[in-house]
C-alpha cells in the first residue's frame, strides 16, 4: 500500500533535511586543526566499543587462519617426520618465514587494520593500535612487503594511516642501488594507472631501468632508510629533456592488508631493506 | 502499534549495527560485505518521516567520517540524502513488497557511494569509475541481499510506522 507524501513531507522534514545538508557541508569544509579533535572525540566515546569489537572479530579471524596455517604445518611435519632430513630442511625454512616482527626485534607495535565499507576507505584507514600502544603521528607503517603509509593522528587505541594512495602522500625514495633519488606521490587516478605511484624528480640523465626496486632513501627524517616502496615498470613522462618520470608498482595495496607493524622507536639499523627481503635472519 | 514492536525494531537495528562492525567479507582483498549500517539506516528512514531519515542519516554518516577521514562531511551529506529520499520515496513510490524494498536497499547503496566518492573529492576518473561501476554495485547488492534476507526474517517485526507512535 503506499502511503501518503502529504502525510510525511513536511516543513518541518524539509527544515531538518537543509539543516543537515548545510551541517554536511560544513563539515566537509572544516580545518584539520578542528576536524580531527571531533573525530577523535567520536572514536574514543561512541565508536570505541564498535571499534573494540571490530578489533576482536580481526582478531579471531586471523586466529582462525592461523589455526589452519598450523594444522597444515603439523600435517606437513608429521608426514616430514618419516624422513629426518627433510624435516630439518622445512624446519629451517619455516623458522626463515617466521616474519618481518622477529626481524624488525624491537620498536614496532603490530595493529589490525579496521576496514570501513567506504570508497575512501583505502586512502585513509583506522588501525587497532594508538597512543597506550606508543603510536606517534608520522610513524611509519608497514606490511611485509613493503611501506603502507604514514600515521596521521593518533587516538587511545586507535590511529589514522593515510595511505600511500592518498593524493597528499609523498616519500622521499632512492634506488636500491642508491644511484637515483627522487620523490614518490600517487600517479593519481586517470587513465588505467590507477592506483600505481610516480617516481618524480628524477634528472633525465639518470635512467632507471624496469623492475628497478625503490625503497626509501631515509631524507627528511620522516621514513627509515630502505623500507620497500615498489617496483619500477615504466617510464610516465619526460619534462623537456631535464627530467623523467617513472611508474612505480606499489609493493602492497593499502585495501588488502589486514594486520601492519607500525615502527615506533628508531630502528636497530640504519638501513631496512634487509628486514623485508624474506627469509633474512632475525637480527 | 504496541510498544514491544517497536522495541523488537529497534533491537534489530542494533543488532545490524553490531553486525558492521563483528562481520568484514572480502573479494579480492576489497571488503565488499553488506553494509549494515546503512541497512539499519534505510530500514528506519522507510518507516519514519523524511527529517527523522536525514537527522538519522546526518548521525550515522558523521560517526562514519569519523572512520574515515578522507571523506569528512561527505558521508554526513551522502546519509542525509539517502535517509531523507528513502523515506521521502517510500512516502511516494513504495509499496510494502520484500523485492522493492531490496532495489530501494541497493539504490540506497550505491548513491551512498555515489555521494561519497564524487563529495570527498579523493576519486577520480578511472578510480572513480571503478569505485562505480564494479566494487559499488558488488557492495549494493551484497547489502540488498542481506537486507532481503533481514526482511525475510523479521519481517513481521519490521512492518510498524514509526511516524504513528
Partial sequence: ?283 | MRRSDRYRFYIILVGLVVLQFAVTVRLWGRPVGPDFLLLALLMYSIRAQPGRGAGAGFLIGLLRDALTPASFGAGALAHTLVGYLSAWGKAVFFAENVWVNGYLFFAGTWLRNLVVAVASGKLKGTMLGWELLVWSPLQSATTAVAGVLVLWLFGRHLAIRLGEA
Avoid at chain 1, 72 to 92: K, V
Avoid at chain 1, 142 to 154: K, R, Y
Avoid at chain 1, 187 to 215: C, D, F, K, N
Fill in chain 1, 1 to 283: 500500500m503506499a502511503l501518503g507524501a502529504d502525510r510525511y513531507a513536511s516543513r518541518a522534514d524539509t527544515l531538518v533535511f537543509i539543516g543537515c545538508v548545510l551541517l554536511s557541508i560544513a563539515a566537509m569544509g572544516l580545518p584539520d586543526r578542528m576536524r580531527d579533535p571531533f573525530a577523535r572525540a567520536l572514536r574514543q566515546t561512541v565508536l570505541a566499543p564498535l571499534l573494540a569489537l571490530q578489533q576482536q572479530t580481526e582478531r579471531l579471524s586471523a586466529s582462525l587462519e592461523r589455526y589452519d596455517a598450523v594444522v597444515a604445518e603439523r600435517d606437513s611435519a608429521a608426514l616430514a617426520a618419516t624422513f629426518l632430513a627433510e624435516l630439518r630442511s622445512e624446519n629451517q625454512r619455516l623458522r626463515g618465514l617466521l616474519g618481518l616482527g622477529p626481524r624488525l626485534g624491537s620498536g614496532y607495535v603490530p595493529a589490525e587494520v579496521l576496514h570501513q565499507a567506504e570508497p575512501t576507505n583505502a586512502l585513509t584507514f583506522l588501525v587497532a593500535a594508538g597512543r597506550k600502544q606508543g603510536v606517534k603521528p608520522l610513524s611509519a607503517v608497514v606490511s611485509p612487503e613493503g611501506l603502507v603509509g604514514i600515521v596521521s593522528s593518533v587516538d587511545a587505541q586507535t590511529s589514522v594511516v593515510v595511505s600511500w594512495a592518498h593524493p597528499e602522500f609523498r616519500a622521499s625514495v632512492m634506488a636500491a642501488d642508491g644511484s637515483v633519488y627522487g620523490i614518490v606521490a600517487p600517479h593519481g587516478s586517470e587513465g588505467p594507472r590507477a592506483w600505481l605511484l610516480e617516481l618524480q624528480g628524477v634528472a633525465y640523465s639518470q635512467l632507471v631501468p624496469e623492475g628497478t626496486l625503490i625503497l626509501t632513501s631515509g631524507l627528511g627524517g620522516v621514513l627509515p632508510r630502505g623500507i620497500p616502496i615498489g617496483t619500477v615498470v615504466a617510464v610516465a613522462g619526460e619534462a623537456a629533456g631535464w627530467e623523467r618520470t617513472y611508474l612505480v608498482r606499489p609493493a602492497v595495496h593499502p585495501a588488502a592488508v589486514t594486520h601492519v607493524m607500525i615502527l615506533t622507536g628508531p630502528p636497530l639499523r640504519s638501513d631496512l631493506r634487509s628486514l623485508f627481503e624474506s627469509g633474512s635472519p632475525a637480527p
